[in-house]
């Protein structure tokens, strides 16, 4: 009541606009969609329009002229919140998406493994940056295995990704092996004159687990 009061009231301040996005971040938590809130708030000016013709008083259809103004302006505001709120949801579950599609596994103590699915793009390489170094800080981890068999393709801008990632890792005092670049994929970067030199490859993800062990091992780090 005190909602639909406010829209002839003749005040469209701060306590209106307040009061409005009040109530859309209420419609955003309950799953109201845009075009359910366009919708319904359609149908309420229409009853209001009827209640208006149906009263046949002078002047009425100016009143109700200036009431829709004051309507679109609420509408404006409410779809603003809605989409925005809708888009900061959608943001969320983007970056639990990504954050599920690079998991960090530890194998033993100081042992992580970072298994890497799917392409490969600027935003993906830094959260998957972003990720695999908060591990290692909080695994304390010595060496991470990072395999990329399920990358879909391997060009010089994953390879420069790559590099940038085993650069970080070593800042921490972290070795890192990368497993599942085969020997057309590594001919092919060289070709394309990407440096390599900067990465310890093996051929696969078993061979990286066991040169893992064996650097383990060689630091006297016992298995638990």
Known sequence: TEYIRAMPSGEYGDSFVGQRVKTALLYSKVGIYPSLYLGASHHLM????????ESGGKGGFASFMSLEKVFFFEVGIVVDVLIQERETTIIGQQKELLELSTPVLQ???????????????????????????????????????????????????????????????????????VTGLSADVAQSLVTLGVDLSALNTVGDLQGGLEEAERFLDAQNVPAV
Do not use: C, F
């Open 46 to 53: 229409r009853a209001i329009g009827t209640i208006v013709e």
């Open 107 to 177: 194998v033993r103590d100081h042992l992580l493994i970072l298994p890497v699915i799917g392409a490969i793009d600027g935003q993906r390489a830094k959260q998957l940056t972003d990720t695999l170094l908060r591990s290692i800080r909080a695994n304390r981890a010595k060496i991470v295995v990072i395999d990329i068999t399920g990358v879909g393709a391997v060009d010089s801008k994953v390879a420069n990704h790559l590099i940038l990632t085993v650069s970080a890792a070593r800042l921490m005092g972290t070795k890192v092996i």
